[in-house]
Each structure stands twice: as C-alpha cells, then as structure tokens.
C-alpha cells in the first residue's frame, strides 16, 4: 500500500523558515503528481502547491507564492517544501498527497497524516 | 482566483438520505472530487469524476453535477459516515487547485 511519511514540522517563529519533506514509498514516486495542502487549526483544507511529472511543472496557490519552494527528488522518492517568511497564517498540518489529473477533474488519492508547523512567538 | 463554496453544517438521521453541495464556478468546467475526513485523520477519497467511487467505498456514497453545483449523496447514512466532507476541483480560470471550506456531517 501507497506509503507517504511527513517530517519537519514543528514551532518556528514569525519571518523564520521551515523545510518540510515527504517521503515516498510502495509505489512509482517518479511517474505521481505531488501536491502539498494544508489544513490551519479547525478550519477546511488549502491547497498550498503542486509538482509535475514530466516537465518538473510547480504551482503555488497565491497565499504562499514567493515565500514556498516546492521540489522533489524522484531518486530519493521525496517531495519538499521550503518554507520562508512565515507568518502567523501558515500555522497548519501540511499534508504531501498524491494527484492525479482528468481530463476534466482533479482529485488527491493518497494522503500522509501530515505535520503540524506552528507559527508563533 | 475561482472559490468553491459549502454549507458548513449538515444534519441526518440514521438511516436516510443526505446531500451535501459544493458551488463554484469552476465546477461547470470540471467535476468535483470528495472527501471524508474523520477527527485527527488524514482526508480519503469518496468520489471524483462524473460519479466513481475507489475501491473500498461503499456504493451509498454518490456524486452528481448540476451547473455550477456538484452534490455528495449519501443513501441510507451510517453513524460512522459521521464526518467533514470536503469538495476538490480544479480552478478554471488557472492552475490552482480549489477546495471547499467542508461541511461537518451529523448523523442523528
């Protein structure tokens, strides 16, 4: 079974920076897009970013473009995100999950159990 | 960008039928996609395309588009369906990814 195991979380301060990473397993990393969403505290999910297959294509939802990197290392069968200038509204779990695209629906099929990031001083 | 929009709170009682709605303009260019997520869980796929469900769903669960509304239908709603759902599409006017604000399932 489709394996996705989150790290890096944790309580950073406002302006600070954070890397989290995802680690893949059980399945052909290289050939999934991979997004990142996150979920603040009560509230409902946000997509934060995507990565492609083929062309290495990212996309970033506006509430985190030039402050997140995302990346991914197929050979390591890892999804990243970097994390600059945080803000007390990034505080949320940060799920990796896997996506696939439709030609006319998008849907994410396999999730991790995510890490929580703390924005906080 | 584009939103999708839910009600935040439905009701039902064990045993009948209930619809949760997402709107959005996007959704008259693609089809919504579903999740429940129970507390302190991760999110799991229940419906995406036209109306599929992955392996392991049950066939109580459904999916339907009108306009710019799709619909999660629950036929015959168990206590354990007790849950958030939220709806997934893509933005047409972009290459975001949207989700709804969920709507907090209760099985009376």
């Known amino acids: 079974e489709v394996q996705l195991v989150e790290s890096g979380g944790g309580l950073v301060q406002p302006g600070g920076s954070l890397r989290l990473s995802c680690a893949a397993s059980?399945?052909?990393?290289?050939?999934?897009?991979m997004n990142w969403v996150r979920q603040a505290p009560g509230k409902g999910l946000e997509w934060v970013s995507y990565?492609?297959?083929?062309?290495?294509?990212?996309y970033y939802a506006d509430s985190v473009k030039g402050r997140f990197t995302t990346s991914r290392d197929n050979a390591k069968s890892s999804l990243y995100l970097q994390m600059n200038s945080l803000r007390a509204e990034d505080t949320a779990v940060y799920y990796c999950?896997?996506?696939?695209?439709?030609?006319?629906?998008?849907?994410?099929?396999?999730w991790g159990q995510g890490t929580l990031v703390t924005v906080s001083s | 960008s584009s939103e999708l929009t839910q009600d935040p709170a439905v009701s039902v009682a064990l045993g009948q039928t209930v619809r949760i709605t997402c709107q959005g303009d996007?959704?008259?260019?693609?089809?919504a996609s579903w999740y429940q997520q129970k507390p302190g869980q991760a999110p799991v796929l229940v419906i995406y395309?036209?109306?599929n469900r992955p392996s392991g769903i049950p066939d109580r669960f459904s999916g339907s588009r009108s306009g710019n509304t799709a619909s999660l239908t629950i036929t015959g709603a168990q206590a354990e369906d007790e849950a958030d759902y939220h709806c997934?599409?893509?933005?047409?006017?972009?290459?975001?990814?949207?989700f709804g604000g969920g709507t907090k399932l209760t099985v009376l």
């Open positions: 996007s959704l008259r260019s693609f089809y």
């Open positions: 395309g036209e109306n």
């Open positions: 999950a896997t996506g696939y695209s439709g030609d006319d629906f998008y849907y994410f099929d396999y």
């Open positions: 997934n599409s893509r933005d047409s006017s972009s290459n975001h990814l949207l």
């Open positions: 059980r399945f052909s990393f290289s050939l999934y897009e």
């Open positions: 990565s492609g297959v083929r062309d290495s294509t990212v």
